[in-house]
């Protein structure tokens, strides 16, 4: 038995770059910032903050709602899996890795003016049919 499973609550780098293939299925792909506070030990040596970046790949209709709903500085909370992928380099063909969050499932937590004629966005669940929470109700963590 094996567990591939990730949980994230980050900040969105940048607007999703989506590309739509023939078929019109989309992907969207941006980076996630995670941030571990940093503390001062006992003996006074301060341990400064920690930021992680993330690669994330969306694809199918979370891929739409990414698309219409996410940008730049969001807060956001998703689970998926971890992917490694290989590329030969540009200049000079060596061989790279890339290791990528597949999402399945995603919660957008920056409120959002909610004006007359703006409608919620849609459900951000993939695979999963168990609903995730509201972004107002208090998170398992």
Not at 9 to 33: I, R, W, Y
Not at 50 to 60: A, D, L, R, S, Y
Request: aromatic content about 8%; charged content about 25%.
């Amino acid at each position: 038995m094996s567990v591939n499973k990730v949980t994230l609550l980050g900040n969105l780098c940048h607007d999703p770059s989506v590309k739509t293939f023939e078929s019109g299925q989309k992907v969207a792909q941006f980076s996630l910032a995670t941030n571990k506070k940093g503390y001062t030990l006992q003996n006074g040596t301060t341990v400064p903050e920690q930021t992680e970046f993330h690669n994330i790949v969306v694809w199918g209709k979370l891929a739409e709602v990414a698309e219409k709903y996410l940008k730049k500085g969001d807060k956001l909370y998703l689970e998926g899996e971890l992917r490694t992928r290989s590329y030969d380099d540009k200049n000079g063909g060596a061989k790279r890795y890339i290791t990528e969050i597949y999402v399945s499932t995603f919660e957008m937590l920056t409120p959002k003016a909610t004006g007359a004629g703006t409608p919620p966005p849609p459900s951000t669940q993939g695979e999963n049919p168990n609903p995730a929470p509201e972004p107002n109700d208090d998170l398992p963590f």
